[in-house]
């Protein structure tokens, strides 16, 4: 298994699927993990699907710029960390942001059991 590709794999699967349908995001997660969203602290998939729905906008458009996996532990995990820049109106300006997954297998895939969202302001 080739980290880069499944970090490459895992980044498109989930803005593509945030951009299209968040509420089918609750998949990714389980009752152990935790968002950390603009510093608020959300546990479980329930929660975190929650927040990302509740988001003040209904369409987005997330472009990816950069993609950085590690190894992370003995249990197989990854380190995935994300930046590019969101747009969430035609009339916006498009707002950068960062994003950092902690991958942890299950069975044959990955789930994201710590995930970390900030928006990049300057």
Do not use: W
């Not at 197989?76 to 960390?81: A, C, D, K, L, Y």
């Not at 950068?96 to 069975?107: A, C, G, K, N, Y």
Request: aromatic share 12%.
């Amino acid at each position: 298994m080739d980290p880069d590709a499944v970090a490459k794999a895992f980044v498109e699967h989930y803005y593509k699927t945030f951009d299209s349908n968040r509420a089918a995001l609750a998949g990714l997660y389980k009752d152990s993990s935790l968002l950390t969203f603009e510093g608020e602290k959300i546990l479980g998939a329930a929660n975190i699907t929650a927040k990302l729905v509740s988001l003040p906008f209904q369409q987005c458009q997330h472009n990816i710029a950069t993609v950085d996996c590690q190894p992370s532990g003995p249990s197989g995990g990854m380190i995935v960390f994300v930046s590019g820049t969101i747009l969430t109106s035609p009339t916006e300006h498009p707002l950068r942001f960062s994003q950092v997954f902690h991958l942890m297998p299950i069975e044959a895939t990955f789930f994201v059991q710590n995930d970390m969202f900030r928006l990049n302001y300057g």
